[in-house]
C-alpha cells in the first residue's frame, strides 16, 4: 500500500452522495461493499474507495488512526 493514499484516506472528504462531506476512511462498510457490488466510479475517488473496502474488509482501520490530525 502506497502511504500517500492511506493519508489521503484520512483527508479526503466523500463528494456526493448520502454520505457527502464524511472522511472516506470514515465511510461505512455496508456503503463501501455496495460500490464493491455495483462499481467503484472511476477515477481516483474510485481507486480510493476501492483501497478503502480493502482496508475495511480485512479489519484494518485502526491503522489508519495514527495517520488522522488531531482535531
Same mark, same amino acid.
Given at each position: 500500500?502506497?502511504? =500517500?493514499?492511506?493519508? *489521503? *484516506?484520512?483527508? @479526503? /472528504?466523500? $463528494?456526493? #452522495?448520502?454520505?457527502? !462531506?464524511?472522511?472516506?476512511?470514515?465511510?461505512? #462498510? +455496508?456503503?463501501? +461493499?455496495?460500490?464493491? @457490488? =455495483? #462499481?467503484? $466510479?472511476? !477515477? /481516483?475517488? #474510485?481507486?480510493? %474507495?476501492?483501497?478503502?473496502? /480493502?482496508?475495511?474488509? +480485512? !479489519?484494518?482501520? $485502526?491503522? %489508519? =488512526? $495514527?495517520?488522522?490530525?488531531? @482535531?
Amino acid at each position: 500500500m502506497d502511504a =500517500e493514499l492511506l493519508q *489521503l *484516506l484520512v483527508t @479526503r /472528504e466523500m $463528494p456526493y #452522495g448520502k454520505y457527502k !462531506g464524511l472522511l472516506l476512511a470514515d465511510l461505512p #462498510g +455496508n456503503y463501501l +461493499n455496495w460500490f464493491a @457490488r =455495483e #462499481g467503484f $466510479p472511476s !477515477g /481516483e475517488l #474510485g481507486r480510493l %474507495l476501492a483501497l478503502m473496502h /480493502e482496508v475495511d474488509h +480485512n !479489519g484494518l482501520k $485502526p491503522l %489508519l =488512526e $495514527p495517520l488522522r490530525k488531531p @482535531r
